[in-house]
């Protein structure tokens, strides 16, 4: 009994870890990172380097773990090893160039330049240009000399030799392994996401606020896990079929998890919930509701938690036990079998769990393999007999490549941001030398650290707000570890690596964390080389805000791009998605010809993502304005609502010709292009405001059609839940039209 419990808060552990480091990218990056620099340190250790060239040596050590960037072994090796002659040639061109200052200033210039244009090459480009800066700067760091180069040669050799045995044996990654890992967090977020909709379920007045919030936030991890499985499929498998069919499956779990949620959030109150987002900031969230208490509740609790299960256990631990049963009469109630005497609602929250549970049954097959079918009920059977279908389905289609129009010259991002971040550079130079004869070159590295993945001037400028509240809070932090560790020189390292870890670790969730270990990292660095004093770390915030500064002014000034340029093209670029999505799936609802949905679904996530990344300057709290603020923050979630209904009729689509209770109606092709119309017309009042484009508005989706209405549906549960989405879709695009000042116009009868 205790070795299942064991077992029990081991797997919950595992579940936990998985969904809260999807992938274990981070953990990895971390672990792969400190393994390198123990290992660097270590051998330079027993060969009686002093501290100066073990610094070194976990420094290169460091870099030649983090700049590669590729996701195939073989590609990595080929990087590491063209990155050791780029590494001697930088750190020699460091040390030849220390005495002359002008000179070396230009280089470094230059360098920097380049660094950042060999970005257009792709992966390897970034790596061997971040390598290169790297170097340079471990060379400054150390203050190189000739004589001591062989020293240095020997130290950054045996440093990428420690990077390559962390990489390929002790931390190893194979992109299989990732994709596999990242399925296993996909299954754990959606089970958290039932657990919180559970919670929803049962959240008095007085809670549903924190219940409905944590419901977002599952949802939105749920789909951020679904585009890193999406982005990691091309080198995880090798079987395209296998690919889509996974795609798909993951698509499928997704769509019926969301609306899973919105229909217990229509059991919570009488009004159609239309998106989790609820748009507008301080929107009213349903908390005046009771909970749903009906006597059908005890049996929707244990529906959920049966579902939860189904989503976790492995296909060998359920064929003919009792959670086989159960998970039957969860697919029975697709069929309306078992359905509870309840209000209209709830019957429709038991439709929504045999969805979700058919979509889990899908996910398992497609993760796990087939299982014993022996006891299978007739629901069972015909959703394994859709499921079947799907899959001969997907095996046959082949993916479309479309080529996009790429811009050339100083139009090119890496030539713009080369250009900006060297013209940069070169005002921090300056700066810092007039600040630190001796610490100028940590304005440089903050101005170079800032242009990383930053598009617009607005995030150049977040992103240099969080370096410089990093910097200040790690300088406090750097104070307080140089006065407890002395000059313990072995504690100091220990201290250096945890905050080596903490910094991989935390750099996708939070840039100002980073930033705060990195320079309680370099405090302990300076207690190492015997050069730290209050006054250099003092220092290190005046050079990090002057090249913060000189970062943002070269991003205004030269070659600008305007947060609200940069936001219109995302936001253009979103609609185009969005529109061709609808398109295409309305075209197939009404019997053209099969075309690929989900990569189109895929790209409108990837695009709306993107979106949502570049209003981050408009939505940060240091936003001056927050009417701009609030309407970045409306457009976003209402963009939201339009991308989760046209996924959901893209998922729908995809079933045609093969889904036996699904059939074409050549009249949906009328509604949609009303839609494409409207989405069309606010693109094009982005891109042209003084442009005569207008959106339409007319009778209901369900009016056009006949009979029925949407309140009381004459039509089959696919059928109406397909105008059900065309419906709520042409809604949201109509209220798209508003705040962005498109002419709303009432369409004649």
Not at 251 to 276: K, M, N, P, Q, V
Not at 528 to 536: A, E, I, P, R
Request: aromatic share 4%; proline share 5%.
């Amino acid at each position: 009994m205790r070795t299942a419990a064991g077992r029990s808060v081991r797997a919950e552990l595992r579940e936990r870890l998985a969904a809260s480091d999807p992938g274990l990218l981070r953990l990895a990056a971390g672990l792969r990172t400190v393994v390198a620099v123990v290992l660097a340190l270590t051998a330079l250790s027993l060969l009686g380097a002093d501290p100066t060239h073990l610094v070194a040596g976990a420094m290169a050590a460091m870099a030649a773990t983090f700049a590669v960037r590729e996701k195939q072994r073989a590609r990595q090796a080929v990087t590491l090893a063209l990155g050791v002659p780029v590494a001697l040639a930088s750190v020699s061109l460091g040390a030849v160039l220390h005495s002359h200052v002008v000179v070396g200033d230009l280089y470094f210039v230059a360098l920097i330049f380049c660094a950042v244009y060999v970005r257009r090459y792709g992966d390897r480009g970034t790596t061997l240009g971040l390598i290169a800066f790297q170097v340079y700067f471990l060379s400054l760091f150390v203050h190189a000399t000739v004589p001591a180069l062989p020293a240095l040669y020997g130290t950054i050799v045996l440093a990428f030799l420690c990077s390559a045995l962390a990489r390929f044996v002790l931390v190893p990654g194979t992109p299989a392994g990732t994709l596999d890992r990242l399925r296993r967090a996909f299954r754990a977020r959606l089970a958290q996401l039932i657990e919180a909709q559970t919670e929803l379920l049962d959240a008095g007045p007085e809670e549903v606020d924190k219940v409905l919030t944590e419901v977002r936030d599952r949802t939105a991890r749920l789909h951020e896990t679904a585009l890193m499985i999406q982005s990691r499929l091309p080198d995880g498998t090798s079987d395209e079929a296998a690919a889509r069919l996974l795609q798909r499956r993951i698509a499928d779990a997704e769509i019926a998890a969301e609306r899973l949620g919105l229909l217990l959030l229509t059991a919570r109150r009488a009004e159609r919930a239309d998106t989790l987002t609820l748009h507008l900031p301080g929107a009213p969230l349903p908390g005046g509701e009771l909970p749903v208490r009906d006597e059908s509740a005890a049996e929707l609790r244990r529906a959920l938690a049966t579902l939860r299960l189904l989503v976790l256990r492995l296909v060998s631990e359920d064929a003919g036990s009792t959670l086989s049963q159960l998970r039957n009469r969860l697919l029975g109630y697709r069929e309306e079998e078992n359905l509870p005497d309840a209000p209209p609602a709830v019957q429709d929250v038991f439709r929504g769990i045999g969805e979700a549970a058919r979509a889990v049954l899908g996910l398992r097959i497609a993760l796990d393999g087939r299982q014993d079918e022996s006891g299978d009920t007739p629901a069972t059977a015909r959703s394994r007999e859709e499921l079947e279908a799907e899959d001969a389905a997907l095996a046959g289609e082949e993916g479309e490549g479309k080529a996009e129009e790429k811009p050339t010259g100083l139009r090119r991002p890496t030539t713009r941001a080369a250009v900006q971040v060297s013209v940069g550079s070169a005002l921090a130079i300056v700066g810092g030398e007039l600040l630190s004869s001796h610490r100028w070159y940590w304005a440089v590295l903050t101005c170079w650290i800032v242009f990383i993945n930053t598009e617009s001037t607005g995030e150049i400028l977040v992103k240099g707000y969080r370096r410089l509240v990093g910097t200040v809070f790690g300088v406090v932090a750097g104070i307080g570890l140089a006065g407890l560790v002395g000059h313990h020189t072995w504690t100091t390292f220990a201290l250096v690596l945890l905050c080596i870890f903490a910094m991989f670790y935390t750099a996708p969730l939070s840039y100002t964390l980073m930033s705060f270990f990195v320079t309680a990292m370099l405090g302990l660095l300076y207690t190492l080389l015997n050069t730290y004093s209050m006054s250099v770390l003092m220092v290190r915030v005046a050079e990090t805000a002057l090249g913060a500064a000189c970062g943002i002014f070269a991003a205004a000034v030269v070659l600008p791009v305007q947060t609200d340029r940069r936001t219109s093209e995302l936001l253009i670029g979103a609609l185009d998605r969005l529109a061709d999505v609808t398109r295409a799936a309305v075209d197939q609802l009404s019997g053209g010809p099969p075309t690929d949905l989900l990569d189109r679904a895929r790209e409108l996530d990837q695009a709306l993502d993107d979106l949502s990344s570049s209003t981050q300057p408009l939505t940060h709290p240091i936003a001056p304005q927050r009417s701009r603020r609030d309407t970045a923050r409306y457009v976003v979630a209402l963009l939201e609502t339009c991308a989760y209904h046209a996924r959901a009729l893209a998922a729908t689509a995809e079933l045609l010709p093969e889904h036996p209770s699904i059939a074409a109606d050549a009249r949906l092709r009328v509604v949609g292009q009303r839609i494409v119309h409207n989405i069309e017309a606010i693109a094009g009042h982005v891109a042209e405001p003084c442009g005569a484009s207008e959106v339409e508005t007319g009778p209901s989706i369900a009016s056009v059609l006949r009979p029925g209405t949407l309140a009381a549906p004459h039509y089959d549960r696919v059928t109406d839940r397909v105008l059900r989405h065309l419906q709520r879709l042409d809604e949201a695009v109509v209220g798209l039209a508003r705040p962005l000042g498109v002419p709303v116009a009432q369409r004649k009868k």
